[in-house]
């Protein structure tokens, strides 16, 4: 694909730079290796001749390449630490409500594994703090000049991009990974909530549970889930009450609020277990009941808590049944997608399903257990492409 280069000398050199270093990159050249040829270069780039030998000249004062008289250029150093080869737009995850820790945590560690492959990041909030709707490019500012002057060659987005935003990056070609929980999106890493709230529903029930609910934030991750957990009740012929089986909070806080709500709450009307779409909230709701069970009869749900492993935050309680999330894997199942999307010339859309694994307590502070991307159980996911 060729990069569109414009502005000042300057700028176009740096340009054909990190284009140079990604075709590096991405050929996997080795010491040694020969590049193409100057006007094979031009052709692959897509920039003017005087671009490509001044953008040479500047990586051999580097060290990066080297030229043999009448014999081409060849890879001086195949460490490319360090080196820009390709600019990543990252577009955060803001919600109205608040900052998420998760997806806070998961935009470093996928600046880190992106600057692995000599990529760096420019990260474009939004220009105002909704809820997830209907972003398109103009609503990140500086993204379209970004993409029209060449100085951002791919899109990590975590806010779910679509409508005409997604025809026009599909046309000029702009690789794009989607990250995050189930929404209306068909090219990405999906963090499958929906395929761990029905296997937890699962397991609750094996251990007794009639009366389960699943607490999660409220938005636009609701219908989906809110489908799962009204299917997990309808096969098990269990009654299921939209207010007592499916609970939503707003903010984490609010999750010691829910926790006084059940304790006052009539016994038969409580749940029996709880599975928990978020492991913040699922902290305060747990904090909340310890705090003030002793005013209330006695309430002791089991409990299931979708966790990640890097942040390593013990529950309130110990008989917790956790599932695993590894923010390093899913930076590196991003990465991977974007690299692919990026190789593939027609763009086609692919769908990656991170799927959480049953943890246990002793290994979440040793060895983790190896966490999977793996193909959609139709059970629980198939209700994301609807």
Avoid: W
């Avoid at 990066?64 to 990252?90: H, M």
């Avoid at 209330?296 to 935050?313: E, K, S």
């Avoid at 997608?337 to 502070?365: I, S």
């Amino acid at each position: 694909m060729s990069i569109p280069v414009s502005g000042t000398r300057g700028h176009k050199t740096e340009m054909a730079k990190q284009a140079i270093i990604r075709y590096i990159q991405e050929a996997k050249l080795r010491r040694g290796d020969k590049l193409p040829s100057q006007e094979e270069l031009k052709s692959i780039l897509g920039l003017s001749g005087t671009t490509v030998i001044r953008a040479i000249d500047e990586l051999k004062s580097e060290g990066l390449v080297a030229a043999r008289n009448k014999v081409g250029v060849f890879v001086q150093s195949d460490d490319l630490s360090g080196k820009v080869g390709r600019t990543v737009a990252l577009l955060p995850f803001f919600d109205i409500d608040g900052i998420s820790p998760f997806f806070t945590c998961l935009a470093l560690r996928i600046q880190y594994k992106l600057r692995q492959v000599c990529s760096q990041t420019l990260i474009f909030p939004p220009r105002h703090l909704r809820r997830l709707e209907d972003f398109g490019v103009d609503d990140f500012p500086g993204l379209a000049e970004s993409l029209e002057s060449g100085k951002v060659h791919a899109i990590v987005d975590m806010v779910g991009l679509h409508g005409p935003s997604l025809d026009a990056l599909a046309e000029r070609q702009i690789p794009l990974t989607y990250v995050g929980a189930p929404y209306m999106v068909k090219n990405g890493v999906i963090v499958d909530l929906a395929e761990y709230c029905g296997s937890a529903l699962e397991l609750l029930r094996r251990h007794g549970c009639r009366r389960p609910a699943v607490v999660a934030p409220s938005g636009y991750i609701r219908n989906i889930l809110l489908e799962v957990t009204a299917r997990f009740f309808a096969r098990h012929q269990l009654p299921f009450d939209p207010e007592l089986s499916y609970l939503e909070v707003d903010a984490i806080e609010e999750g010691r609020h829910l926790g006084r709500r059940l304790l006052a709450s009539p016994p038969e009307r409580r749940p029996d277990g709880l599975v928990m779409a978020d492991e913040f909230i699922g902290h305060d709701l747990l904090t909340g009941i310890a705090l003030l069970e002793k005013n209330y009869p006695a309430y002791h749900p089991a409990v299931t808590i979708a966790r990640n492993r890097q942040f390593r935050i013990a529950p309130p309680r110990d008989d917790v049944f956790f599932y695993d999330k590894d923010l390093d894997v899913i930076a590196e199942l991003v990465v991977e997608h974007l690299l692919r999307q990026g190789n593939d010339h027609h763009g086609n859309p692919t769908m990656v399903y991170y799927q959480m694994r049953r943890g246990e307590d002793e290994a979440f502070f040793g060895a983790a257990p190896p966490a999977r991307a793996l193909e959609p159980d139709p059970e629980f996911s198939a209700v994301i492409g609807k």
